[in-house]
DNA sequence: ATTGAATATTGGTATAGACAACTATATTGC
DNA sequence: GCAATATAGTTGTCTATACCAATATTCAAT
């Protein structure tokens, strides 16, 4: 289980261990672990070592402890990252949902002063834009807008679009898109938001604007979407520092 | 600087000592710490306690450290935190606004079965509900009402919701906030909304539910704020997984 | 002047032991 | 029976020491 000559740290072989024990269902939420001092004297390494082990889990949120009582395995075991970048596929199948898209306009057209900032390019430049419905179970979720820099991604097509840019651009032209920032917002449906999600006048919609960065730091895209209020709501998982 | 015999435990005076020296200004991002050895001869401490003091600013983002070379306070200390979980002083604070409350309604009302299923106590269970005006530059900004069990934190008072919750919790009752779950959407403005927020019938709104959890993962409050659409965008950094 | 080896300094890992603070259980005294 | 006390077990804090691994510096050989 745990081996002293391995060039990997004692205390890293026992977290990963605990870990095991964990995800495989044997440890489960609620249990109590051995105490440190079972633990220091079954692999016959120092406390300390047990110690740095069970900080770094309690600090990854895999286990807590209780003074005086023991530690014990969390409740909620791993909640899957939202807060963490998507594409809508993506999204929808969390939700279990199937996604599809129709394609409403693929043009390019010259970046406007606004654009070419957060895009950070020269103004005029050349922008594909990309103006799709996102369906869930085929029926409307979201307008999407999405502007990217046609010289970074070359030979774009409406066909490739009609699938999945994230995989065309990660897989094929092996970019790595590696986070960005995102700003929701609330507000009253206009009227081409009300015609193409097919939802009343003066409906309330959730606008999210996001832009996305590459490996090197640029940008790559910048989406904006327009989320039917009654079908779509966006959770996230905090952290107090 | 460091008092040995203090109830305080020496790494938690030692890291509240750094974290000042940090934003008084005097160790500037990029500056390299002394050295763990000079810390622990200049206090008369040993070296371990120094080193959990600094591990414990290295998992907070405040310092980063370089095997060889030394341990360096971070650059951007203070961008990270969104997808942080703030209190609504902190956020405001954070956008360079002034926050005050105005409290509206402070009372114990029996759980009903939604409030106590989120809550995680018995129905009927007496739960805390205040509701405040919150107000950015003395401008209403959000409504918002928390729930809290009585069993848990006992003897709050009108003049301590007045004053800063968060505070009181985690500085006098000693109880750790360290993260939850939040749910946003968009909705129109209610009858109460439009009276209490000051703004025009029909008006937009974000609604965003909260959990928070304490250390041994109790749920510690259910928060609903509905915040005007006009004055409040939110904002979060994604990370692509 | 440049290279290369030795030395010093830094953080990383690990040990052994001590006592404090807290919890649960068993025992004692009434 | 019940309450107070003792005891054992848990995590929390702290010390002192040792050696490892990575980096920086010093100094000698070329």
New interface residues.
């Given amino acids: 289980m745990i081996d002293k000559n391995s060039p990997i740290p004692i205390y890293h072989q026992l977290e990963e261990s605990i870990k095991q024990l964990i995800e495989s269902g044997q440890l489960k939420p609620g249990d109590a672990l051995p105490s440190e001092r079972e633990y220091s004297e079954q692999f016959g390494i120092s406390r300390m070592t047990v110690r740095q082990a069970i900080i770094n889990l309690v600090?990854e949120?895999f286990l807590?402890r209780?003074r005086g009582k023991g530690t014990f395995v969390?409740?909620?075991k791993f909640?899957q990252?939202l807060?963490?970048?998507t594409s809508f596929t993506e999204d929808m199948k969390a939700r279990g949902m199937e996604a599809s898209s129709k394609l409403i306009n693929f043009e390019i057209i010259p970046a406007d002063a606004k654009l070419a900032s957060a895009l950070n390019i020269q103004e005029h430049g050349p922008v594909y834009k990309i103006k799709r419905i996102r369906l869930a179970e085929n029926i409307p979720m979201a307008l999407e807008r999405t502007y990217i820099s046609a010289n970074l991604v070359q030979g774009l097509t409406s066909e490739i679009v009609k699938n999945s840019l994230y995989y065309y651009v990660e897989e094929t032209l092996h970019m790595k898109?590696?986070?960005?920032?995102?700003?929701?917002?609330?507000?009253?449906a206009n009227k081409e938001e009300v015609k193409l999600l097919e939802i009343p006048e003066?409906s309330?919609?959730?606008i999210m604007e996001?832009s996305?960065k590459l490996e090197d730091n640029t940008v790559f895209e910048i989406v904006k979407s327009t989320?039917r209020?009654d079908r779509?709501?966006?959770?996230?998982?905090?952290?107090?520092?």
């Fill in positions: 600090n949120r807590y209780v969390m409740e909620q909640e990252n807060q963490g970048l898109i590696v986070g960005g920032t995102q700003v929701i917002e609330a507000s009253i003066l309330p919609v959730m996001r996305s989320y209020a779509y709501k966006f959770m996230i998982d905090l952290k107090r520092f």
